[in-house]
């Protein structure tokens, strides 16, 4: 599903195994408020209004996704090459029935199927289509995560993460990196010296809507200021080769949005850089619900799901443990 933003209009090319459709979507300024309002609610954190959420997101249902509803029936994922306007928009969040209170998990679109994002056709034609996703029975992986520091606060759920890669994933060698080890002359030297079939950083990270070369990820340095930067310059750069990355980071799906060649972001640059399939996050993550989500989605992935759908389970489990279907927890984490 590939969608393009026109002067008051939303392309739609809709490319299915049964049907090849194309639909001319009028944005409506009604329509309009209901994809800014989506959006808004999702970055509000606790002023999250769900009232608000609620009537935007089947809004959103309705007129970008309802046309062609009957055809995905039964799929069992869907790659989403979002336009400018509709970027940066988790559309597992999309509520594909009219809810009044708090929405069950069966409400959102993420019960129906997975999702998987491109950031252009381009780019998504240059890697292996998901379904040749394979970590070999021995991996070898890459895993950092920061620890305390005197610039940044601690990631106290970061260490669990890479415990859960061991507990869940068979690794015929790994580097596990944390705390005063996590540094960026580390991660370099690895990436420059081995190839590694995952590599995952619970780290700190920001990313810039205006500037596409500010997008950073931040390791630990033994000198002062104790930290040092890695920028999407260095790491288009670095041969990742990668079947698999995840950015258990805030802000790693976002960044300069531009017509017709989608986000500049880390995760963008992983993908130039050679990785095959990224995980990343559309806001600042929680600590806590992000590790759960992770650990789980290392459960699926070691059981032979591919990327999406691990995650897409893992999602489901969290709300189903925490009885809270509030998109703000589960959504940020999404797969390219």
Known sequence: MQYHSGDGVEYLIFIHPDTTRFLRIEIESSLAKSIDTFKQELQN?????????????????????????????????????????????????????????????????ISDLSVKYAHSLKIYQRHHIEEQFHLPEKSRALALAFGKNKTWPPLPHAKAELQSIKDHLALSSSNFLFGKKATKNSFVQEIRH???????????????????????????????????????????????????????????ATGL????????????????????????????????????????????????????????????DFMANHQNTTPILWAPLICF
């Open 45 to 109: 954190g606790i002023r999250f209004n769900p009232s608000n959420f609620n009537a935007a997101s089947y809004h959103v249902f309705q007129e970008l996704i309802a046309p062609v509803w009957s055809h995905l029936k039964g799929t069992e994922r869907i790659v989403i090459v979002p336009s400018k306007r509709l970027d940066q928009m988790p559309f597992e969040t999309i509520l594909t029935h009219p809810t009044e209170g708090p929405p069950d998990a069966s409400d959102f679109l």
């Open 194 to 252: 081995q190839t590694f079939d995952l590599i995952h950083l619970a780290m700190h990270a920001q990313s810039s809507l205006t500037n596409k070369f500010y997008n950073r990820i931040f390791f630990h340095s033994l000198q002062a200021p104790y930290i040092d930067t890695l920028y999407t310059s260095e790491i288009m750069s670095l041969p990742i080769k990668a079947q698999l990355v995840v950015l258990s980071s805030c802000q790693t």
């Open 257 to 316: 949005t531009t017509s017709g060649e989608g986000t500049y972001s880390i995760t963008r640059a992983f993908l130039e850089g050679g990785a095959n399939t990224v995980i990343s996050s559309l806001w600042d993550i929680q600590d806590q619900s992000s590790a759960e989500i992770v650990s789980q989605f290392y459960f699926y992935l070691g059981r032979g799901e591919v990327p999406s759908e691990a995650l897409r389970q893992a999602k489901l």
